[in-house]
Structure formats: structure tokens, C-alpha cells
């Protein structure tokens, strides 16, 4: 199956388990999901009491909506392994390399974010990401080309030298409202809400590619 379809949870439980068994035997591991289900999702080191049900990541980064719009990819890289480098940021480069190639094949005109451009970002930016995953840019996440609204959003988990490395893109407009899910004062969450209002889609940039995206060992040099 080219893409994995199963519960937030169990998908979440999926690419953990991947890390702990390529910490064991080395394996690269990579893969496609999709959740069956709607649920909110806070990266590892959120401190937010979220309203209504929601779970919680192993690696970094702010909520999203983990819902069957939603198409996740996990990839786990061994001790060692030459793309495993020490600067977490820079350390997505390959990975957005190979993201754009295949989309860019389905019609996609995207770029990815420097990590100049990421580390000279204002404040509110950086704290709108923090939030939640889409509200906000980081290194060599992919962003449209015509007027920089985020696509494909990235994050990691490092656990004994090996690397969780997850790249995430909506297919269509989320299905949960992430800005009202958080506790946020109500200016605050009017402010989060505009800024997710900007998201880009795979149904709007990259027709097709959900429905048949790369193989995921493929996109790993």
C-alpha cells in the first residue's frame, strides 16, 4: 500500500515504533499515511491545555490538524547515516530537494525556505509557528512560489543518533478549526486564524499527487 490509512494514533504510534526499531537494526524506514480520523495534534514541547480531544507528537513544532485531508510522510535514518547531520534545520535540505522534484512533476511552482530567510523572521512569525505548524515557516519548508502561503510543513525527533524526519501537506482545506482549539485569548486566535487562512493545498498546486504520491523509499538519496 503506497499510503498507510489508519487513526491519528495508531500513525503517530507507527512512526515511533519505526525509530526505536532503526535505532536496533539500522534500517532506513519511510512511508506515506493519511489518518482515517480528525484529531488535533501538539508538537512535543507545546505547553497547551487544548480544548476538546487532542494528542500529542514526539517530534517538534506547533498543532495541527491531523484529519483524511491530511498526507503525512515519515522517514527514519540510522546513526551514522550521512544525511543524519548535526544542524537539525539545515539537516531538512534533502528532503525538500527530493518534495520539490515530485511535486514539481504534478505542476507545483514552490521554493523552499532558507535558513537565512527562516532565522531573520520576525518574532510574531516565529511565535504564529510555534502555535500551530502552518501559521508560520521554518528551514527549507516549501512555501508557493507566487506568494509564499506553506505547503509542506517539517519536523523531526533525534533519539540516540538516529532521526524521525516528518514532512506534512494538506490535500484539501484542513477539517478542524486549529486557531479555536488552542485556549487563545480571542485576539489571539483571530490573528492565528488569519494566518492559517493561507494555506496552500496539493488539490490547488500539485493536482494528483495525493493519489499517487513517489514511493517514500525513493525519495531518500
Do not use: N
Request: aromatic share 4%; hydrophobic share 45%.
Amino acid at each position: 500500500m503506497s499510503v498507510e490509512r489508519a487513526p491519528v494514533a495508531d500513525l503517530l504510534a507507527r512512526a515511533d515504533d519505526w525509530l526505536e526499531r532503526t535505532r536496533a537494526d539500522g534500517e532506513v524506514r519511510a512511508g506515506w499515511s493519511r489518518p482515517v480520523d480528525a484529531v488535533l495534534v501538539i508538537g512535543s514541547a507545546q505547553r497547551l491545555d487544548a480544548l476538546g480531544p487532542a494528542l500529542r507528537r514526539s517530534t517538534g513544532g506547533g498543532a495541527v490538524s491531523c484529519d483524511d485531508h491530511y498526507l503525512m510522510l515519515d522517514v527514519v535514518l540510522p546513526r551514522g547515516h550521512p544525511l543524519v547531520i548535526e544542524d537539525v534545520g539545515r539537516s531538512y535540505g534533502w528532503l525538500a530537494k527530493a518534495l520539490l522534484a515530485r511535486l514539481a512533476a504534478h505542476g507545483a511552482e514552490l521554493r523552499a525556505v532558507t535558513p537565512r530567510e527562516a532565522a531573520g523572521q520576525p518574532p510574531a512569525d516565529r511565535a504564529a509557528a510555534r502555535l500551530a505548524c502552518f501559521a508560520g515557516t521554518g528551514t527549507y519548508e516549501l512555501v508557493t512560489l507566487a506568494d509564499d502561503r506553506k505547503l509542506v510543513g517539517l519536523a523531526q525527533r533525534r533519539r540516540g543518533g538516529a532521526a524521525l524526519m516528518q514532512a506534512g501537506m494538506y490535500v484539501a482545506a484542513p477539517r478542524l478549526d486549529v486557531a479555536s482549539s488552542l485556549g487563545l485569548p480571542r485576539d489571539r486566535e483571530a490573528r492565528l486564524r488569519a494566518r492559517l487562512a493561507h494555506v496552500a493545498t496539493l488539490d490547488e498546486v500539485a493536482p494528483g499527487f495525493a493519489g499517487a504520491p513517489p514511493p517514500a523509499a525513493e525519495l531518500v538519496p
